[in-house]
């Protein structure tokens, strides 16, 4: 930053001589700002040794991506468009299924704009993995609130869930501790189960999210009943986790801080995550819509509207949603959101640095 501060003016100015005396001044000045409210300093001060071990695992995983684009031999050409059917183009679609399928360790991988959100593709893969007298086995309890009608758990009104197109549904409730049942699971599978589901990020859910050795653990258990049943796993908010990205920082500083003040947070400061969603149980209507509002006024985009709760399509419950550009299809950005219900949890997610988080709290903590 201070290099950055300290480059020549483009167009040389009368006199060059300020331009030391300039630097000496941003360092000293830089020494004195203080951009976060004192609680949230103090929080981030307290975790500098977890955002040094995220750093080695942020470099981690940027050299894993970083093989897989190489591996696919991406080039400039990719980024060019293409018309009509696009078969046997420049290849970009190809190359960026690649990149993806060695970087998720698949495989094989299908990305395409055309799926407008997580809801549309699990949509797409069940009603391709279904059919008509199966059963699809959830087993780590509720689904996220959008696959219900998708499932027919909740009345689709006709427009053709897979419960209307006969497709049976069945779920196996979360352990005491909030985790699988593996007992349960041992003996779960049904000759017509076709299909398990496994949600690896809460949704809207009070639980803790489940970790890839579980989910492998979980796997393992369904093929050793039926070999031949399918295993999807909802990896939404899980992308890069157990070599976490640098958001997820951010979420450690909503705990640490929130948890300071009193409400219960899921999960609890400083234990090992295996998603990027930090949930806070604000207890009441007043304070989760204020905490939305708060990130609202905060978001790079639109900060100056104000979220509403409302009817969402999808959502049985009313919903409220901060998000600067995540509903338009930034899902990594800076966002919150929650259901209108007990215990008024609002989930945290995303942002480009923790330190987005970090001055955003402050305007939290002013508004709750
Ligand atoms: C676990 C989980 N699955 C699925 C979804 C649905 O994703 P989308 O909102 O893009 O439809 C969400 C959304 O937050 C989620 O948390």
Redesign the pocket.
Known sequence: MLVLSCARPVYPTLSLSPSRPKCTAIRSSLSNVHPFVPEVAKAADSLSSEFRGVDNLVACNSSRVLKAFQNARVGSHHFAGCTGYGLDEAGGREALDQAFAEIVGAESAIVRSQFF??????TCALFAFLRPGDELLAVAGA??D??EEVIGKRDSHGLGSLKDFGVMYRELPLAEDGGLDWDVLTSALRPYTKCALI??????SWRRSLSVEEIGRAIKIIKMQNPNCLVMV?N??GEFVESIEPPMVGTFLVAEVMASKGYKVQPLPRVPRSDT?QAVQLGSRELLLAFCEAVQRSSPVGSFTKPVAGTTP?YASEVIFADGTFIDGS?SELSC?GPLREPYAV?CQGGTHWTQWGLVLGDVLKSL
């Open positions: 959100s997580g809801t549309h593709a699990i689904p996220y959008t696959l949600q690896r990020s809460c949704g809207y909802d939404c908010y969603v999808g899902t959101d989930f």
